[in-house]
């Protein structure tokens, strides 16, 4: 991956679970109660922690024996008891919020760009304080229409163009292999964080990777540290 990243970013674009946010807790809470509603059998925690970061339709068909229209099923019973989690079991990484206030403060503009639909993670980030460092909140569509992380990567930086940003030189910070994937089929560098849900073997194709916010703070601000 380098020894050094020395480059000045255009924009930064943010996965938000594992990245931004601890949400495992609420998410496996919530795929816990929906597997028991629908009369499914219910995964161990481990396998559970599979479905945190792609999009929950394409990981349930891969995963499970579920017909599309089971799927959707699923995902709206889902939804229901996300709409506490995402809020109660949920919670900012340490030094985050700090970042973005640097990040809004030295002008570079900031989105996000996860699998979550958008109006999901505007409720999640008004509710942290985080909405205000942001000048794009970039999501799946409510109709899974966009959905992959590539989409939304493409869709984000598009409407960032629209509001005047220059995306000629972005970067993907993310904690999964879904945002290495999907941002390097948008021609974007990615950077990898430790403390999310990922492990070493998805850091493959990431352009660095950090273990700590005060390590991803130097790089995206401009300074050199070590990858």
Known sequence: MGSEVTRSWSCVLFDLDGTLTDSAPGITSSLRRMFDAIGRPVHSEDELMAYVGPPLVSTLRAREDFTEAEAE??????????????????????????????????????????????????????????????TFIGGAADDDSRAEKAEVIAYTLAELEKLGVDTSRPVMVGDRFYDVEGATANDVPVILVEWGYGSPAEAKGAMAVVHSVDQLRSLLLGQAVAA
């Open 73 to 134: 099923h699923a995902l709206t019973v889902y939804r229901a008891f996300a709409e506490e989690s995402d809020l109660t079991d949920n919670a900012v990484f340490p030094g985050i919020a700090g970042l973005l206030a640097s990040l809004h403060a030295d002008g570079i503009p900031v989105a996000t760009a996860t699998s979550k639909p958008t109006s999901r993670a505007t409720r999640i980030l008004d509710h942290f304080g985080l909405s205000q460092y942001l």
